[in-house]
């Protein structure tokens, strides 16, 4: 009968019998646990040698002998010939210790210990053995669908923290909003998390997935209405982290394009807590390619510039219009569109140059508007055009450039699903 097993080799001695490619994974993987890794082989394949030439284990340049399995607490053997490695595995049960034979393609392993087909997902290792004998390629494929299952989010992979566990920060770029854009370590972060703070933007659907007991803190922000400032903000992540807490910080987009992410960062750093970033599919670049928009296409243009639209036309903005030379992508615009309009014409932007403005980018209620510059600010009011929106300008916006008919008519209100809705 097989029993599983988690065994701590940091800091102990280990003995790895072999010189090639099979003993040299072993060795890496103990190294990386932290054991004492002992290789006893003739020669060395080459990863072995780096191994050793990195000080992450030592070399006796010799067949192996009984008295090296003295005092070790694990020994693995692969030398591939029959003799040493039956020979090894009865010196280690003479003394009690566990050994792992790797076997071979002519004989089965015939050692004391397994090694798992294992997976670390966070601070989660899952190993798969089989108990009726060594069976790796099963092994494997079911470590495979466990891990997928894990990395997916799947399952609540809170840990229970002790009064001394340091906290710490995630910020977690949820994407434009549908929640299949969310990243898989996103996922994986919100799985982990003992609270979530969250914006209105982003993957919102994904709360009512996470357990009961995670704290959800609404910190959403709207057009004029900031009901929790930034500072607030900051010092609500500093303070849940201190507590012990892996505070996961959701947001729209990316956290580092006009997420304030940036400022998060410093606060964490700057109290002392630990943050790490996941970055996600901004809207910038979600908005158009969910409606169809290349932002690049060869032969119309080779660059995208990004603004805020709160912050007006810079002079590389405006210019990129100008001569056609750019893209521009204008996050937090529709408010602000009359005046980019406006300030556009006045510096001479082309009045008839293309634009689609994208509202609730990638969710089923997405809606398209399409028209010329000097026309897009009032079919916007006449249409009741709201945020979030993302405004696309551009001969890229132009109707039917994916079809080969630049002129082609297209349906604002069709299927966002579909290409060039």
């Not at 495979?144 to 997916?152: M, P």
């Amino acid at each position: 009968m097989t029993a599983l097993l988690g065994v701590e080799l940091a800091g102990r001695p280990v003995l790895v019998v072999g010189g090639g490619p099979v003993a040299a994974r072993r060795a890496e993987a103990l190294a990386d646990e932290g054991a004492h890794v002992h290789v006893v082989a003739p020669q060395l394949c080459e990863p072995l040698a780096d191994l050793v030439v990195a000080g992450r284990a030592r070399w006796s340049d010799r067949e192996v002998v009984e008295t090296d399995l003295d005092d070790v607490w694990l020994v693995h053997t692969a030398t591939g010939e029959r003799h040493t490695d039956t020979s090894v595995v009865a010196w280690a049960s003479a003394r009690h210790v566990f050994c792992v034979d790797a076997g071979g393609p002519r004989r089965p392993a015939a050692g004391t210990a397994r090694t798992p087909a294992a997976t670390r997902v966070g601070d989660v290792l899952v190993g798969v053995v089989s108990t009726t004998g060594a069976d790796p390629r099963r092994s494997v494929q079911v470590r495979d669908r466990l891990a997928a299952l894990l990395r997916a989010g799947d399952v609540d992979l809170r840990r229970r923290r002790a009064a001394p566990d340091r906290g710490r920060v995630v910020l977690v770029g949820g994407g434009p909003g549908d929640v299949g854009l969310l990243t898989v370590a996103g996922r994986r972060a919100l799985a982990e998390a003992d609270v979530v703070v969250a914006d209105r933007l982003g993957p919102t659907d994904v709360l009512d997935e996470l357990p009961t007991d995670v704290e959800v803190i609404d910190v959403g922000k709207s057009p004029g209405h900031h009901p929790v400032p930034q500072d607030e903000i900051n010092r609500i992540l500093v303070e849940q982290a201190q507590r012990g807490r892996l505070v996961v910080r959701l947001k729209g987009g990316d956290p580092f394009v006009y997420g304030r992410g940036g400022e998060e960062v410093v606060a964490c750093r700057t109290a002392g807590v630990a943050v790490t970033v996941v970055p996600g599919v901004s809207s910038a670049f979600a908005a158009a390619a969910a409606a169809g928009i290349p932002l690049t296409h060869r032969g119309v243009v080779g660059a995208v510039h990004v603004m805020n639209g709160t912050d007006g036309w810079s002079a590389a903005a405006l210019t990129g219009l100008r001569d056609g030379s750019c893209t521009v992508v204008v996050l937090m615009g529709v408010a602000a569109l009359p005046g980019l309009v406006r300030d556009a014409l006045a510096g001479g932007a082309d009045p008839d140059v293309p634009v689609a403005v994208v509202e609730r980018a990638t969710l089923a209620d997405q809606r398209v508007t399409r028209a010329p510059l000097h026309e897009v600010a009032a079919l916007c009011a006449a249409r009741g055009v709201r945020s979030p929106a993302v405004v696309v300008l551009g001969e890229v916006t132009r109707p039917g450039l994916l079809d080969g008919h630049p002129d082609a008519p297209v349906d604002a209100d069709a299927d966002p699903a579909r290409m060039g809705a």
